[in-house]
């Protein structure tokens, strides 16, 4: 794919653009008017020209971000011949169904996909002409710098269609995972069970948001560029896991029942890399080399954040202590 247009060109959709035209993509961005999209269009540039000095983009960024992208006056005229189009209107259905239709209309043959964080694929397809060339492709803020990016394709995806963006987005520098279309996806399910227990734990009197935060990012989060969280339960052990559920089960019997994936790998033996077995198999004469990975990035990660200093979220209690 070459040509790519993009429709909603606030921070989302500026965002995604970037990516594609660092990655040498043309890009069409488009709006609601044509001056909002102008307008966008002089955000994302002054942007990039920032992101340029502040060295987070590469040297040339902002020619290459002149250069590649362009502002419509209409949705129709962004995506007109564009091979690749990416919804990223605000998140209300009846907003993506009529923009979808437009889209849709004015492009028959090319892949639509949709930036939706939380509506069904499905629904969504219900929209589109053709819908075996539509998918879900959902980027997180701040799209040029979080590399991960889940695309969702629904039961009538064809698998041309997925191959074809998977391609696209390891292309431009990002991380695809494909994933089923369920409620919330894989990001957001993950994302707001977290939320969901940390409101718990406050409610609960346990522990202030402020303290929640700083457990977070300075343990199990701190693993989690690295790892994920079946790779870091191979590594604790399957059968701590088991251990684990049962002290909360005390308290929490349904809350925290253990999972059936968990205990069937327990009974056939797979304990994670103690045994080599487990959610995710490694052989066992590369623990080794995965514990040396493992310390090398956890010390450069103390050694980043060090560099970096507190967040402004965290800067007044650092002070207050001081």
Known sequence: MTRIAV???????????????????PVVISDATAEIAEANLERIRLETQQFEEQGLF?????????????????????VTGAE?????????????????????????SGIIGSNTSTISITRLAEAVSHPERFLGVHFS??????????????PLTSEATITAVEQLIEGSGKVGARVKDATGFVLN?????????????????????EDIDAIVRSTFGFRLPF???FAIADMAGLDVYAFCYASLQEDFPERFATPA????????????????????AI??????????????AYAKMKALLDELGPSPFDEPAAESQS
């Open 261 to 280: 994936i968990l205990s069937e790998r327990i009974a056939r033996g797979e304990l994670g890399t103690k045994t080599g077995g487990g959610f995710r």
């Open 227 to 229: 790892f994920g969280p």
């Open 141 to 154: 803020n701040p799209a040029p710098f979080v590399p991960g990016v889940e695309i969702i394709p629904h």
């Open 58 to 78: 590469p040297a040339g960024a902002s020619a290459t971000i002149a250069a590649n992208i362009t502002a419509a006056a209409s949705i129709e005229e962004a």
């Open 7 to 25: 429709v909603g060109s606030g921070y989302m959709g500026g965002g995604m653009a970037q990516v594609f035209a660092l990655a040498g993509h």
């Open 189 to 209: 399910r993950l994302q707001y069970a977290l939320f969901h227990e940390a409101t718990q734990l406050v409610d609960e009197g346990v522990a202030t948001t």
């Open 283 to 296: 052989d066992p004469a590369r623990i080794p080399e995965l514990v040396a990975y493992r310390n090398r």
């Open 84 to 108: 690749f189009v990416e919804e990223a209107v605000p998140e209300r259905i009846e907003v993506k169904h009529a923009t979808l239709r437009r889209i849709s209309d004015a492009n028959p």
